[in-house]
């Protein structure tokens, strides 16, 4: 089995994953959550960004704690945990991983087709770009078995499709790659989310740019 890469800076590309109609079930504080993920995910940068992202983890928590059983809390948790553990790079941000696994998990559990099956797209990212065993939970097969399961729940979001494709690319896939690549930049735009669908389309044209 092929080793995930490491360290954790992919990891900041965990995805606001799900439509903009979907936004419409979440209640206020998520779609908070799920805003200000935006606006420091690509907005900021440097301490500015690892700082916003820890007051974002608090905010998350107290979120969840509100709210135990919305999968969609749970699922912002575990991306807001994920793109600070890219942020922070290193064996350092490994606690902060595997807690955004445990809040994955828990999103699955509560209703794995939240969200048109974020958490399971989140999650494979996570298993592809963290270390193995003994030093974490990374495993190839695991994380693209998720991907592929994110992908079923949610075949014309921008952001499944990226990842499989993206997962396509860096293992020199490059043909396939492409059509995923091609298939979310047709995905619709999500009302109220215009700063990650931004920020998403610019990485899906620099990806193709390097397949040219």
Partial sequence: M???????ACLLLCAALGSGAL????TPPVVALQDRWAEVNYLTSGDSQLEA????????????EAENDSAEAWIWSGIIKSSYAGVKGGLGALSAA????ADLEKAIALNGEAMQGSAYTSLGVLYLNVPGWPVA???????????KKGLELGPDTIDSNYFYAEYLFKNDQF????QYLQKALLAPARPGREIADQGRRQEIEKMLAQMR
């Fill in 2 to 8: 092929k080793r995930s890469r490491f360290p954790l």
């Fill in 23 to 26: 936004q419409a079930q979440m």
């Fill in 53 to 64: 992202f820890s007051v974002l983890i608090e905010d998350a928590r107290k979120a969840t």
């Fill in 98 to 101: 595997k807690a955004a696994k």
């Fill in 137 to 147: 939970f990374g495993d190839e097969e695991e994380g693209v078995a998720l991907l």
């Fill in 175 to 178: 043909d396939e790659a492409r």
